[in-house]
């Protein structure tokens, strides 16, 4: 099993442009959460999807940030404009999450986002 | 609402010595219990958990976590660290009452092992 891929791994872009990361759950897994990790915040869930439903987004920061769940096999979150406080590792996760499960979740190996 | 408290942002141990890096938890219902260990510009990798059953809880590494339902903790145990268990560690806790419930991770502990 690849595991939780996600990509790119390092993204560096200036303040006011589009930013999209990207993920792939491990297969057979029907829950995925995006996080954000910071040295000020620590680990912030931003949104989670289950059945490629978002479920609960209301750690989304604004209205810049927006993520998408077209199938089971991937998602995206996307900040439009990007600004410099968006700086951080961006990590996915997946589970199985079937409402009898333990929800063990994998996380992937993080997108670390500089915003210049 | 759920809520889960790491009170200690770093441990220092010395190598072969035991370690024990804390969490307490607030949940409305029977509490899901986790613990994750980052490593250096990794992503969290799952160690244990305890869902029902033994208080007693043996994961990776040879880590193991005590399910303390009067004191609402659940604290990470080692009996000898070692240097390679220096990493962040993260306690996390759903509320197994509903699955829609999401999972609240803690802040973080540093756990530094000295040779």
């Keep these: ?116 | 609402a759920q809520s889960v408290a790491q009170p200690e942002d770093q441990v220092n141990v010395a190598e072969g010595n035991p370690l024990t890096v804390k969490c307490t938890y607030s949940v409305s219902g029977n509490p899901y219990l986790f613990w994750y260990v980052q490593y250096p510009n990794r992503g969290l990798q799952f160690l244990l958990k305890y869902i029902t059953g033994d208080n007693l809880v043996k994961g990776s590494y040879g880590f193991e976590a005590e399910f303390n339902k009067s004191q609402t903790s659940f604290h990470l145990k080692k009996p000898s660290a070692l240097v390679s268990d220096s990493a962040l560690y993260f306690c996390a806790v759903r509320d197994a009452r509903s699955s829609a419930s999401k999972i609240i991770f803690g802040s973080g502990t540093r756990l530094s092992i000295r040779p």
């Design chain 1, 1 to 116: 099993d690849a595991g939780v891929i996600q990509s790119p791994r390092h993204e560096v872009t200036e303040m006011g442009q589009e930013v999209t990361l990207r993920c792939k759950p491990i297969s057979g897994h029907n829950s995925l959460f995006w996080y954000r990790q910071t040295m000020m915040r620590g680990l912030e869930l931003l949104i989670y999807f289950n059945n490629n439903v978002p479920i609960d987004d209301s750690g989304m920061p604004e209205d810049r940030f927006s993520a998408k769940m077209p199938n089971a096999s991937f998602s995206t979150l996307k900040i439009q404009p990007s600004e410099p406080r968006d700086s951080a590792v961006y990590f996915c996760a997946s589970s199985t999450a079937d409402g009898t499960s333990t929800d063990t979740q994998y996380f992937g190996p993080g997108t670390r986002l500089t915003v210049l």
